[in-house]
């Protein structure tokens, strides 16, 4: 059983590698073939492949925009705290339910400094755990990683992970594959019900610019500063593959250049369960 088990193991991780290369040809045609330079969930990059019998198994892939999603590492840039993006994610944290002061711990976790930020914490308060650790002061490596930060927990996590990332470098949000939350969060006052139905409208009609989007929103402009986007750099491709009893999801992070001359290539991968 356990030589069955390694084979398996060793089977997902190849059709997981596959997944990831049939991903990134998709990305690549789609940034040679597009007429209109943008990302949206029209495109056949966003088409979920089902679920295809391979020797011994099965294995199911889909594309995410990493870009539609809320860039966690945002919150500092050129080691300054960046006020538009902070707004954006106190919305977002409010929306679920969450504390929006979690902010000031996250950017002091971000940040290169050791001055502790009302509601933050810095090396002083992680040193006083019972299993003591410092602040990172550096990029967020994982939206996991926020579980190392004071004041979230499991729970919190889970509730944010649909709507943020950690991306290697600053990034816009995606106004065409961002969820309603996270549209929601780019607008001082904008209900989530009205965010559904921007996010409805451009499903027949996606963005070609993001001026398109106040119009949408009713006359309304997003918080000024905000860096958005109609196209895309950052892709999460997920691999979901079943050989025997072994079930398993992997993801791996996809970037590709704008406007397409460089061949998209895999950053990280990793089993995620």
Do not use: H, M
């Given at each position: 059983?356990?030589?069955?088990?390694?084979?398996?193991?060793?089977?997902?991780?190849?059709?997981?590698?596959?997944?990831?290369?049939?991903?990134?040809?998709?990305?690549?045609?789609?940034?040679?073939?597009?007429?209109?330079?943008?990302?949206?969930?029209?495109?056949?990059?966003?088409?979920?492949?089902?679920?295809?019998?391979?020797?011994?198994?099965?294995?199911?892939?889909?594309?995410?925009?990493?870009q539609?999603?809320?860039?966690?590492?945002?919150?500092?840039?050129?080691?300054?705290?960046?006020?538009?993006?902070?707004?954006?994610?106190?919305?977002?944290?409010?929306?679920?339910?969450?504390?929006?002061?979690?902010?000031?711990?996250?950017?002091?976790?971000?940040?290169?400094?050791?001055?502790?930020?009302?509601?933050?914490?810095?090396?002083?308060?992680?040193?006083?755990?019972?299993?003591?650790?410092?602040?990172?002061?550096?990029?967020?490596?994982?939206?996991?990683?926020l579980?190392?930060?004071?004041?979230?927990?499991?729970?919190?996590?889970?509730?944010?992970?649909?709507?943020?990332?950690?991306?290697?470098?600053?990034?816009?949000?995606?106004?065409?594959?961002?969820?309603?939350?996270?549209?929601?969060?780019?607008?001082?006052?904008?209900?989530?019900?009205?965010?559904?139905?921007?996010?409805a409208?451009?499903?027949k009609?996606?963005?070609?610019?993001?001026?398109?989007?106040?119009?949408?929103?009713?006359?309304?402009?997003?918080?000024?500063?905000?860096?958005?986007?109609?196209?895309?750099?950052?892709?999460?491709?997920?691999?979901?593959?079943?050989?025997?009893?072994?079930e398993?999801?992997?993801?791996?992070l996809?970037?590709?250049?704008?406007?397409?001359?460089?061949?998209?290539?895999?950053?990280?991968?990793?089993?995620?369960?």
């Amino acid at each position: 059983r356990q030589a069955q088990n390694l084979a398996d193991r060793t089977q997902a991780d190849a059709v997981a590698k596959a997944v990831y290369q049939w991903a990134a040809v998709v990305l690549d045609q789609d940034a040679r073939q597009e007429k209109i330079p943008r990302d949206d969930l029209t495109e056949e990059w966003a088409v979920t492949l089902p679920p295809i019998p391979v020797e011994g198994g099965a294995v199911q892939g889909r594309i995410v925009d990493a870009q539609g999603r809320f860039n966690l590492n945002n919150l500092v840039r050129a080691n300054a705290p960046s006020q538009p993006d902070i707004g954006v994610f106190r919305r977002l944290l409010q929306a679920q339910g969450l504390n929006p002061g979690l902010t000031e711990a996250v950017v002091d976790w971000i940040d290169s400094d050791s001055q502790t930020r009302p509601s933050g914490a810095e090396d002083t308060e992680y040193l006083q755990l019972e299993s003591p650790y410092r602040a990172a002061n550096r990029r967020l490596e994982s939206v996991d990683e926020l579980r190392l930060i004071r004041g979230f927990d499991a729970e919190a996590v889970q509730k944010l992970k649909p709507y943020v990332i950690a991306l290697p470098a600053a990034t816009a949000i995606n106004i065409n594959t961002a969820p309603p939350a996270v549209l929601s969060a780019l607008f001082a006052n904008l209900p989530v019900s009205a965010a559904e139905q921007i996010a409805a409208g451009r499903a027949k009609a996606p963005f070609s610019s993001v001026a398109e989007l106040s119009a949408r929103a009713g006359g309304q402009a997003p918080v000024d500063q905000i860096d958005l986007a109609v196209k895309s750099s950052y892709f999460i491709v997920v691999a979901e593959t079943r050989f025997g009893r072994l079930e398993r999801r992997a993801e791996a992070l996809i970037f590709r250049s704008a406007d397409g001359k460089q061949a998209a290539r895999v950053l990280w991968q990793a089993v995620v369960l």
